[in-house]
Each structure stands twice: as structure tokens, then as C-alpha cells.
């Protein structure tokens, strides 16, 4: 009796024959311009409230927001999601 062969039986390398084929045909690649940040906006100015439920998380002001959304664009970000307290 013959054992089976592996699965598959023929592998082509056709798609990773160069590192730029390669590069190209990477199924995984992540980078802070996929990423959102959440923002949490509350009325005032100069206020960053912590959220209670979320350590390490706050509510910022219109000017906080603003800042805070500067410095993750330094950070190479690609967007943010502001979230608001309805009155």
C-alpha cells in the first residue's frame, strides 16, 4: 500500500520568486496609517475627564481633542473616530 501523498502535491513558487513578488503578495501587513483612534469629546476647554469604565482612557475638550489628534498624526495614524455626549 502506497502512503498519501501531503497535500498539495505540487506547490508553484511562481508568486515568490523575487522579494518584491514576495512584498506584494504578503496576505499580513499592519501599519499605524490602518489604525483609528477613538476619541471621547465632552463641552468645555482644557478638560480631560477619565472615563472610569475605561482605564488609561479620557473625555477631552474641543482644544484637548484637537492637540491630541495633532500628536497622533505625528504618530502616522490614519484617522480618528470622535465619539460626542449628546446633551
Excluded at 520568486?17 to 483609528?36: A, G, I, K
Excluded at 478638560?47 to 497622533?72: C, D, F, H, N
Amino acid at each position: 500500500m502506497k502512503p498519501p501523498a501531503a497535500f498539495p502535491g505540487y506547490r508553484p513558487r511562481r508568486l515568490r520568486r523575487t522579494p518584491l513578488l514576495r512584498e506584494l503578495v504578503r496576505e499580513t501587513r499592519l501599519s499605524p496609517r490602518q489604525l483609528v483612534a477613538p476619541l471621547f469629546v465632552t463641552w468645555g476647554s482644557r478638560r480631560r475627564e477619565p472615563i472610569p469604565s475605561m482605564p488609561g482612557v479620557y473625555r477631552l475638550s474641543i482644544s484637548e481633542a484637537a492637540t491630541e489628534g495633532k500628536e497622533l498624526m505625528k504618530r502616522g495614524i490614519g484617522a480618528i473616530l470622535l465619539f460626542g455626549i449628546p446633551a
